[in-house]
């Protein structure tokens, strides 16, 4: 719904892939493969008892994050909640730092101490993993004001899930950023089950029309197809960052995993789950696609994935060896000098 007085995103097509160029296809797909290669090797760790505490995965979702990323630049934050491990791995951080904090060792991005939950690389402006519903959403804010107040054309892209939509501080959020035109895009993902209650037994309306009483424009998007979400994110990219102030992409995506690892995820059929993987699944698209376009051959795509592996395993390797931090770390990085 377009308001009077309010500028507008452009319209997301809902038709065929767009065309890009074959190394940015390729390296969408490359950075995808990634994080569900990264997320499976997570959650055999998990399984070995070598991950313990909460640890959410991304799987599905991994359009959402790359499509943002790739229509990012280097000066802008980035900050999310706990299912943030695809958010690390597509901001370019080291997934042997990001494996070797799940399973608590020394070598990890927070020393062992943060898990899975709570990582962060001031080097790659990756604020974050948070473990409170929602609580990224004021922080983000802040990041944003941040870019403002020093005038570095930065803006923050704040990611959230479907769960902390109904959360007051968002709209505490919503309207600040709003007043003072602030640059941040928020992107919220909507998995369709929150923690495990689907989206239409604890959401009304359109999300993506949660801002228009802030004046902020909201768009819908297909999270399931990474060149559509890279078109939105680039629209709404042009926007923050010429001082128009926020906007809010609702991403229409789908976790395939429970919750988290503990999450048995009776609340949905097999069926559902498997009509999203056949039908809908981010990595087939774009490699089919890529296929039917003559964008990269078999071979392409089996050395693609040969490649990942290898990553994955170093990735894995270097958590389990790693030294688990000395009992003096519980004493560091508890008060700022």
Not at 58 to 64: L, T
Not at 200 to 228: C, F, P, Q, T
Not at 245 to 251: A, H, I, S
Not at 289 to 296: D, S
Request: glycine share 12%; aromatic share 8%.
């Amino acid at each position: 719904m377009q308001m009077a007085g309010k500028p507008q995103l452009k319209s997301v097509a809902m038709d065929e892939p767009m065309p890009r160029r074959s190394a940015d296809l390729q390296h969408y797909y490359r950075d995808m493969l990634a994080i569900r290669r990264f997320e499976e090797k997570a959650a055999q760790l998990y399984g070995m008892g070598l991950i313990g505490g909460f640890c959410h995965l991304y799987i599905g979702q991994e359009a959402v994050v790359v499509g943002m990323q790739s229509a990012q630049k280097t000066v802008d934050s980035v900050i999310t909640s706990y299912r943030d491990h695809g958010h690390m791995i597509a901001a370019g951080m080291d997934g042997r730092g990001v494996m070797a904090e799940l399973t608590g060792r020394s070598g990890g991005y927070s020393k062992g101490k943060g898990g899975s939950m709570h990582m962060f690389s001031r080097e790659k402006n990756f604020f974050g993993g948070h473990g409170i519903v929602g609580a990224q959403v004021p922080i983000g804010t802040g990041l944003a004001f941040a870019h403002k107040y020093k005038g570095d054309g930065g803006v923050c892209v704040v990611y959230f899930g479907d769960g902390a939509i109904n959360q007051g501080q968002v709209y505490e959020s919503f309207n600040m950023a709003a007043l003072w035109k602030l640059p941040v895009v928020y992107v919220l993902e909507n998995n369709r089950y929150s923690m495990g209650t689907s989206i239409e037994r604890h959401a009304a309306g359109d999300l993506s029309r949660r801002g228009e009483a802030y004046g902020i424009s909201g768009k819908k998007v297909n999270g399931m197809d990474v060149l559509k979400v890279h078109e939105a994110a680039e629209d709404a990219l042009a926007h923050a960052r010429s001082g128009k102030g926020p906007v809010l992409l609702e991403m229409e995506t789908y976790r395939y995993r429970g919750h988290s690892m503990s999450d048995p995820a009776k609340y949905r059929t097999k069926e559902e789950v498997e009509e999203w993987r056949t039908k809908h699944d981010p990595i087939e698209t774009l490699r089919n696609h890529m296929l039917k376009e003559g964008v990269i051959t078999e071979d392409g795509l089996k050395a693609i994935e040969r490649e990942i592996k290898v990553i994955v395993n170093a990735a894995a390797d270097f958590a389990q060896t790693s030294p688990e931090p000395d009992p003096s770390e519980l004493w560091t990085d508890v008060l700022k000098d």
